[in-house]
T-cell receptor
């Protein structure tokens, strides 16, 4: 157990819908990262927050957004969902940007 | 061209064999190198973390980095069925926040 928690474990929804994925980092970690893992693209970095502020952005679609709250938990919002958004979404946390990233168990999103 | 290239396999070897997993990367700015292990339906877990060229050993696992050829390797000695998983190499550029992953190699150790 990495200490990073993610909810829900599974999400099944329809195209055009909006969902929110939640992540709680390890105690003491200030940095939260979101990754998307699909069969064809592998594990891709989406976005990073550090102590409430956005620090780095990867190939995150405009339909996706994230935020980190004062209690350091983070949410990833996915809107206008498309079939191609079906993937595993992982959250990771670290003390700071250069430190080891610990991954949560992931949320499996299925868009029908 | 992907920044980190990794043969996705699958790779199947008998128990007790030495396993060699490899990645190449294209950006000489990458300074930190990691190997993650991912079991089916689980999140990646960090196995090895190296900074410089050379070897780093941890039990049955040895990570090797050759910056001159931009080549990173993971060796598993005395492989066990419990080592069956997908192994992902990853790099981190100094000053950057994002990990860049290889595609992952699916490894099966047969009893």
């Amino acid at each position: 157990d990495s200490g990073v928690t993610q909810t829900p474990k599974h999400l099944i929804t329809a195209t055009g819908q909006r969902v929110t994925l939640r992540c709680s980092p390890r105690s003491g970690d200030l940095s939260v990262y979101w990754y998307q893992q699909s069969l064809d693209q592998g594990l891709q970095f989406l976005i990073q927050y550090y102590n409430g502020e956005e620090r780095a952005k990867g190939n995150i679609l405009e339909r996706f957004s994230a935020q980190q709250f004062p209690d350091l938990h983070s949410e990833l919002n996915l809107s206008s969902l498309e079939l191609g958004d079906s993937a595993l979404y992982f959250c990771a946390s670290s003390v700071d940007w250069s430190d080891t990233q610990y991954f949560g168990p992931g949320t499996r999103l299925t868009v029908l | 061209q992907k920044e980190v290239e990794q043969d996705p396999g699958p790779l199947s070897v008998p128990e007790g064999a030495i396993v060699s997993l490899n990645c190449t990367y294209s950006n000489s700015a990458f300074q930190y190198f990691m190997w993650y292990r991912q079991y089916s339906r689980k999140g990646p877990e960090l196995l090895m973390y190296t900074y410089s060229s050379g070897n780093k050993e941890d039990g049955r696992f040895t990570a090797q980095v050759d910056k001159s050829s931009k080549y990173i390797s993971l060796f598993i000695r005395d492989s066990q069925p419990s080592d069956s998983a997908t192994y992902l190499c990853a790099t981190l550029r100094g000053g950057a926040q994002k990990l860049v992953f290889g595609q992952g190699t699916r490894l099966t150790i047969n009893p």
